[in-house]
């Protein structure tokens, strides 16, 4: 069994590394050898000097689509394209796909788990929400026997380093963005960061999850530019209730339909929210018999993320037929309005949050 | 497809409830109808006034062990004897178990392991450890390509409800005992709670998963008697160094042995661990490429340990070869010390935690 990676960027050299790491240990859960066989990448091999598996790397897709002895590829390349062209055309071929790409699932995930369940091909992407921490897997296979109403989540971990700054000390949203820049955590175009894109297309991963029909991240609301807004008052006025302002990117079941949205919100110290700081994401679901769950860990980072993906190869690789009992196939309706409790300046409050 | 219930009581009667709750959407995942055919129980079905399914109802286990029908069966009967024989007789026959045991799990699973394997039936016991936490799939399917070496976690909720009253509300241990037991919260003996004996077996749960061999609690060093003589000069140190006491069930990897202990410990108010209250459990997961992930969620209680038996239920009536790949033929060896960073009156501070 052979696997290919396509990107060799961050997540792209930490799923080889951790891959070629763990290789014993995922052989022996398989039961058969699986080797590295290719890895695309525009820049050439000679750019990554020491690099374990530099025969690897090649220019060419067809190569690997063409290739019968490859059976998973890992797409790490992100955005749409050429990412969609690739991937659809590898599960059309039947070959299985594991992919970090929010917005690759968030905008084509309907269409890709169709084609794969025609193909009996996997596509999974445990890795395209909250990086490291196993969300997606648990969601399908641990709580289905559970109604699940909602979810809400810190899914954004540049945010999240921001607020934490601003509230635990005491800076400005502008000084506070811009360390996060001199330490990697926001690119230099924090937009899709800092304005909830990112973090919509995460809560409607996880909302078309739960609800089973797919969630359209253009109809949530997102006022998540509210973040860059905040200020001593709103600041005193979470204090002043005891707790402090989190982006949560929240979806909840009202009747047939779904309120779905990205905002600024206070979460009282009492939540097990509050106390996810710096780039740490957390997940709460909220299951009718199972109660409050949370999940929390490394939301990003190259070996968190290569870590999920790894982890996805091997069930990939077990399992070629892992992701067919997803179906997308209708779309969910989205209420155009979020019901708060409250609201004051830049933050909204929720019921039971 | 058939399914049957050993035992009704608090998880039994709640596993029953739960299951017809979610039946369609059950029968959607897998395909295929599936209803409950058996209830055994002692107790007369009339004693079960305005019981839905007062028929199911049975006092010999030969019948649903004889039934060919029967493919999946839960055990909610607690302690060794009769368990142990009904889940061995069952699997033998090559039905899937699941159960929320952790006496049994922790004491003969591997044996049941092993027969499960070579039957190739199912033997799930997610409801084991942290009852409606999903836990012991995730350490199985989402983390498997990573190394863990350590994992820690409050997974007894009768002593976290007591340490919460100690330490928020200013109770001494007596009172909060009390309190625990009127709330339901702690048994008429409480002692297999309070001297971490229940911990204990589920962290040698946990540590047999991640470590992939048997750790056998009998081998762990229980030092949990330590939270019935907690004082004011505990509480006062906890306190001076920005934290509070948890009892923390912990294994770690050292070389080619592992340390587990039960034991109040100091934990950070900056922990994840720290925010726990009252009954709820948490876990903390220290994979080398992943980081630290917490699981937080209720750790006991009817609907939340009923949820994780029926998706158990639902798992085994899908793939009955699930447990396959956990064995535990092997048993590991557990240090006979652990190795503390600090010791304060009954508080065990531990390094990174």
Known sequence: MKIAILGHGVVGS???EVFLKNKKSIEAGLGKEVALKYVLEIRDAGEFPDCAYSDCFVKDFNLILDDPEVTVVAELIGGIEPAY??????LLKGKSVVTSNKELVAKKGAELLAIAREKNAAFLF?????????????LNQCLAADSINEIAGILNGTTNFILT?????????DEALKLAQEYGYAERDPSDDVNGIDACRK???????????????????VLAEGISKLNREDIAFCESKGGTAKLIARAVKRGDKVEVSVCPTFVSNDSQLAGVSDVYNAILVRGEATGDVVFY???AGKYPTASAV???IANALKNSGASSTLIWDEEEQVLSEVTFAEKFGNIRVFDNL
């Not at 445990?126 to 648990?138: D, M």
């Not at 700054?165 to 005491?170: E, I, L, P, T, Y």
């Not at 029909?213 to 253009?218: F, I, T």
């Open 310 to 312: 790894v982890n996805d």
């Open 165 to 173: 700054k601003m509230f635990r000390d005491g800076m400005g949203f």
């Open 203 to 221: 809560i409607c991963i996880l909302a078309s999850i739960i609800f089973g029909k797919r969630v359209n991240p253009d109809n949530a609301l």
């Open 297 to 299: 860990g490394k939301g």
């Open 14 to 16: 930490g799923t080889a």
């Open 126 to 138: 445990e890795a395209s929400v909250g990086g490291g921490i196993p969300i997606i897997r648990p």
């Open 85 to 90: 062209s690739f991937v659809k055309a590898l």
